[in-house]
């Protein structure tokens, strides 16, 4: 099983970045993709999230982020993306990408089951 995230770097405020979460190893219809974040001194949190799987699609935000990032997937490429516009400093960040077991009709945005590596996303002022 693997997650591997990319497309982090250092963006100047007001940028935008793209990152990728490529899954490999396990049925990816069968999960929520979700992206996560942490800045140093500071808990891990839920950004985003979606439910993957064709006709599904259903997404979380975190307030703070809706508006400026969008989530979307590719199943043909077993692959989640996040898009970040309108970037600030406060989005400094090592962000991850981690998988939830769908259970039924619902999804759930935890990390429940599988990490990426992280990726760092660095904005400056």
């Known amino acids: 099983v693997q997650l591997v995230e990319s497309g982090g770097g250092l963006v100047q405020a007001g940028g935008s970045l793209r990152l990728s979460c490529a899954a490999s190893?396990?049925?990816?219809?069968?999960?929520?993709i979700g992206w996560f974040r942490q800045a140093p001194g500071k808990e891990r949190e839920a950004i985003s999230c979606?439910?993957?799987?064709?006709?599904?699609?259903?997404?979380y935000y975190k307030d703070s982020v809706e508006g400026r990032f969008t989530i979307s997937s590719d199943n043909a490429k077993n692959t989640v993306y996040l898009q970040m516009t309108s970037l600030k400093p406060e989005d400094t960040a090592v962000y991850y990408c981690?998988?939830?077991?769908?259970?039924?009709?619902?999804?759930?945005?935890?990390?429940?089951?599988?990490w990426g590596q992280g990726t760092q996303v660095t904005v400056s002022a």
């Open positions: 979606i439910s993957t799987g064709t006709g599904d699609g259903r997404t």
């Open positions: 981690a998988a939830d077991l769908k259970e039924g009709s619902s999804f759930y945005c935890l990390g429940s089951d599988y």
């Open positions: 190893g396990f049925t990816f219809d069968d999960y929520a």
